[in-house]
């Protein structure tokens, strides 16, 4: 069973930097997009920055120039660096894959349970 699992959540100050990071396992064949969703208390989830396995990159504009997304192919893993963090970047942030577990098969999405970010003085 295909299984992902959020990290590096946690409480930072204005101006403060978090990494967080996504780690995938079970059967996993590809995985064309992968990335992170936020979701902030009374407000709807919304992309934060995904990238496909070419390397291509889309990020909400509130975070583009902050916000960094990387991934690592080999190990099916993507990590999203935050830097100058803001107390509107308050949220619940989720990891995202599309995958195909096996050739032949659709792809589907699955999430990570989620990890606290919380920017406060």
């Known amino acids: 069973q295909v299984q992902l699992v959020e990290s590096g959540g946690g409480l930072v100050q204005p101006g403060g930097s978090l990494a967080l990071s996504c780690a995938t396992s079970?059967?996993?064949?590809?995985?064309?997009?992968m990335g992170w969703y936020r979701q902030a208390p009374g407000k709807q989830r919304e992309l934060v920055a995904t990238m496909t396995t070419g390397g291509s990159a889309n990020y909400l504009d509130s975070v583009k120039g902050r916000f960094t997304i990387s991934r690592d192919n080999a190990l099916n893993m993507v990590f999203l660096q935050m830097n100058s963090l803001k107390p509107e970047d308050t949220a619940v942030y989720y990891c995202?894959?599309?995958?195909?577990?096996?050739?032949?098969?659709?792809?589907?999405?699955?999430w990570g349970q989620g990890t606290q970010v919380t920017v406060s003085s």
């Open positions: 995202k894959a599309d995958i195909r577990e096996r050739l032949g098969l659709p792809v589907y999405d699955y």
């Open positions: 079970g059967s996993i064949f590809s995985i064309p997009v």
